[in-house]
């Protein structure tokens, strides 16, 4: 019995394998990872993110030393390059990709889930 299970948990390791790497050629997978690729090497937006989160923490520090004045023009800076990064053609079609990424694996989950409880089903009812 024990052999069986062990057996049944390498064909499903192979079959787990074997989903990754054709999600992995799937066009949509490809297109995400080389936007999300460009995104993560583009330097602007490295400068950008590092702009924001400067002005955020200064924002922090001013509120912390009570100074509302230089907090709230810490804040309006730190939104206006927020602004500036969100639209960035880069980013608009990032979050494009990530949004078809998404979709396809939450579809793909669903038929894993559908799948597998109708399989449970099955043998439930076979026990009966």
Not at 16 to 26: A, C, I, P, S
Not at 63 to 69: G, L, R
Not at 73 to 79: K, S
């Amino acid at each position: 019995m024990e052999n069986r299970e062990f057996q049944y948990e390498e064909k499903i390791a192979k079959s787990l394998d074997m989903l990754l790497t054709q999600l992995g050629e799937n066009e949509v997978i490809k297109s995400y990872k080389e936007i999300a690729q460009k995104v993560d090497q583009h330097e602007g937006l490295k400068e950008l993110v590092e702009s924001i989160k400067r002005h955020q923490k200064d924002a922090v520090q001013y509120a912390h030393y009570d100074k509302p004045e230089a907090e709230k023009e810490a804040i309006r800076l730190a939104n206006t390059k927020q602004k500036e990064f969100d639209e960035h053609p880069l980013v608009i079609v990032y979050r494009e990709k990530l949004v078809e990424a998404n979709d396809l694996l939450q579809y793909v989950t669903h038929l894993l889930e559908k799948n597998v409880n109708d399989g449970l089903e099955e043998k439930i009812e076979h026990k009966k």
